[in-house]
């Protein structure tokens, strides 16, 4: 229950907040504070802190204007605070992310007499790494890692590259730079930075010489001692992913904010997408047969590494000629001659099923590779005990060192290579979605590659067990997290159990101050050619001074509009990919300002990551209705489960994500509450289709407009 003290505590610090920045109360962002506080602070659990309830998760639909991040600060701070736990803030966007960081959190902690620190948590592979500065700078080659593997993929960059450590060395020698790739003031390659960073893998943590000067670890401490840490939602994935508390506080010691919530299944798939490269593969083994001797003669005084060592031969031996059947079977099934085009080609198994060939192929594989990532795990263990002055492992630190990259690399991508191996071998559960598994042949200035992929297509199962089955306590929200005005389709695809709280906030815009149209220029869209031309013919209609944004769903169409327009309207407009995002959303405010017509042509990331109040935005364009065809192996997956069951994978898939990103859509409008204007709907099937209505009623209460009269 949320105690009388807790509560007053949040009040208290609520109505400070309004106070020192000068906010109106909103009725949405009241409830929203509630509703957290509620669902929080009424976890049970026991002497330990070990949650007991399993109602400790709710789930916030909040629309721009809500006040979401004071919101949710406010009221979760305090319970984590008074139940000993931290609290995480995770984004999808680097934007949001500098909002909490740089804005909301500072303007919290100077008006709301709460007492807190905060930190910004980023994976190992942002900081530099300062034994590899060390070795940069000496001059000496970096390690045999880099000799055998980068440099036959990389040009060396000379002087630049030089220059660049000299400066990187100078600035954190003294302390005018924290060692943050992102906080460096202009870009650096990826092909320098790899040089200089590290992975999980490869550090060796407290028995580097250079601990103590870390980057990586001096901003873990200060993360340690933080009460708010904001991080991304890859970030905390990938630490769920390698068991919790890796780079964050254990899940069980944390309570999470997953902000912009609605992309949180779509990247907890990217983080259970297995890959595996034939050609990369053998290479890389054959590098390794390669440097053999010279592992021999740096490590074979050890005997554990003397045995490991001395069977590789043989390992790689029984690999590389079924890695040659592997390629050769891929061509086979796919039906492909050895030159596949200069282009590059999918061949998906229907329901994920493999072939009984390459499941057998498959399973043949997943022995060998499991035990060569055995034997590097274990050679990347000694050689990590070996730079403990207090373990005696037979080897010294000086001939462990330089080859620990390399073993540990080595590990990462035979650890890869059984995950993948494994789930195209694996038998689907019964009843349950199947994993989408598919080949991918890449045909590039005469280099081929076939690639092995393997992915679930739904991460519910995975969210469910590991992260809100692991952490103490969760909200999810973002303005648009409803399919049709309902939470079905997240909770089918987050893992997110009945049980849980759910909640539409009410907005405070006036939504009637737009006008929701649906022109006689309107078409269905299945006829392309009259589509376009009455997208054409409706810009010619706008007024000489509006401000548009004129959403595409093709860049193909968009090019094409964009092309047959007359020169005097072709000037108006502003095309995404023709301009970097940052200056096209300048030059519109520039002609905005001065009083002259622009219009935005732009995509699918247009109609989420634009925020334009006021008079830079006063008409947003749908040129059709934003289904998206699943014909990526993952979403064909399984919308042909879901015909083989009965199922419309068109009403139970497109047509609920169609509805999100229409919403989302014509969020752009109304960004403040005095914003005011137009949204016009190009597609005629919103009215001649079955799914029109479940569409329009999803949307805000527009005023609407069809074919040029008023609608109720």
């Known amino acids: 229950m949320l105690d009388e003290a807790l509560k007053n505590e949040i009040q208290a610090a609520y109505r400070r907040v309004l106070e020192g920045l000068e906010l109106t109360p909103r009725y949405g962002q009241r409830l929203m504070i509630a509703e957290i506080a509620r669902t929080l602070a009424g976890i049970e659990a026991d002497d330990s802190g070990r949650r007991l309830s399993n109602e400790h998760v709710c789930v916030l639909e909040a629309g ?47 008006h709301s007499g709460l007492q807190f620190d905060y930190a910004l948590a980023k994976g190992r592979g942002r900081y530099l790494c300062v034994a590899k500065l060390d070795q940069a700078l000496d001059g000496t080659e970096e390690n045999p890692t880099y000799s055998l593997f980068e440099q036959a993929l990389e040009s060396r960059d000379g002087d630049d590259f030089h220059g660049l450590v000299q400066e990187l060395a100078e600035a954190y020698g003294t302390g005018r730079w924290e060692g943050d790739r992102d906080s460096w003031p202009v870009a650096i390659e990826d092909t320098s930075w790899r040089k200089l960073t590290t992975d999980h ?77 034939v050609n990369a593969t053998l290479r890389w083994l054959r590098t390794l047969k390669k440097s053999l ?43 492909l001659p050895d030159g596949a085009g200069d282009d590059t080609r999918h061949h998906r198994f229907a329901m994920g099923r493999a072939p009984q060939a390459l499941r057998e192929l498959a399973a043949a594989l997943v022995t060998p590779f499991a035990e060569l990532s055995r034997n590097l795990e274990t050679m990347a263990d000694i050689l990590r005990e070996s730079l403990d002055p207090e373990k005696a492992t037979g080897l010294e630190r000086e001939q462990a060192e330089p080859w620990l990259p390399l ?151 968009l090019r094409a509009v964009e092309k047959a327009l007359p020169e005097a309207l072709s000037k108006r407009v502003l095309a995404q990919d023709r301009l970097p995002k940052r200056e096209l959303i300048d030059r519109h405010r520039k002609r905005v300002d001065a009083g002259e017509g ?33 014909d990526d192996p993952v979403g064909a997956t399984l919308a042909e489960w879901i015909e083989s069951r009965g199922g419309n994978p068109f009403m139970r898939i497109s047509v609920p994500d169609a509805s999100i990103k229409l919403v989302q859509a014509c969020g752009r409008l109304i960004r403040k509450e005095a914003d005011e204007g137009r949204i016009t709907l190009l597609d005629r099937r919103v009215l001649t289709r079955r ?19 008023p609608s109720a």
């Open 598 to 630: 622009s219009i935005i042509f732009g995509l699918a990331s247009f109609a989420e990551g634009i925020d334009l109040p006021g008079q830079y935005l006063t008409h947003v364009v749908i040129t059709r209705l934003p289904f998206a065809v699943p």
């Open 293 to 335: 001797t010279e592992l021999n003669t740096a490590l074979a005084v050890q005997p554990t590494l003397a045995r490991l060592l001395a069977g590789f031969p043989e390992s790689i031996a029984a690999l590389e000629p079924r890695l040659g059947e592997a390629y050769a079977l891929g061509h086979s099934l796919a039906e």
């Open 64 to 110: 721009t204007g809500t006040g979401k991040t004071l919101a949710y600060l406010l009221s979760a701070l305090p319970v984590a605070q008074a139940r000993g736990k931290r609290l995480v803030i995770s984004t999808a966007t680097v934007a949001l992310q500098e909002q909490v960081l740089h804005q909301d959190l500072p303007a919290l902690k100077q």
């Open 407 to 557: 073993v540990a690399l080595l590990h990462g991508r035979a650890l890869e290579a059984h995950a993948l191996w494994q789930a195209m071998a694996a038998d689907d559960s019964e009843g349950e979605p199947p994993q989408a598994r598919w080949l991918t042949f890449d045909q590039q200035g005469g280099e081929s590659e076939l690639t092995f992929s393997a992915s679930p297509v739904s991460a519910a199962e995975t969210l469910a067990r590991y992260l809100w089955g692991s952490c103490y306590g969760a909200v999810v929200t973002s303005a648009t997290l409803t399919a049709l005005g309902r939470f079905e389709r997240l909770q089918e695809r987050a893992g997110l159990a009945n049980r849980y709280r759910y909640q539409r906030l009410p907005s405070p815009f006036d939504y009637s101050r737009a006008v929701l149209s649906v022109p006689r220029e309107a078409v269905d869209p299945s006829n392309r050619d009259a589509h376009e031309r009455a997208i054409g013919e409706f810009i010619a209609e706008l007024g000489e001074r509006e401000a548009v944004l004129m959403l595409f769903s093709s860049r193909a169409q």
């Open 691 to 709: 799914y029109g209505q479940a569409l329009l009623d999803s949307l805000p209460p527009f005023r609407r407009e069809i074919d040029g009269q």
């Open 201 to 277: 893998r490869q550090c060796t943590n407290r028995r580097c010489g250079h601990f103590s000067a870390c980057a990586f670890f001096r901003a873990r401490r200060h993360l340690d001692q933080a009460d708010v840490i904001v991080a991304n939602h890859d970030l905390v994935l990938a630490d769920l992913s390698l068991g919790g508390g890796v780079v964050l506080p254990p899940p069980k010691d944390c309570i999470y904010i997953f902000d912009e919530g609605h992309h949180l299944p779509d990247k907890a798939l990217e983080h259970f997408y297995h890959r595996f490269g």
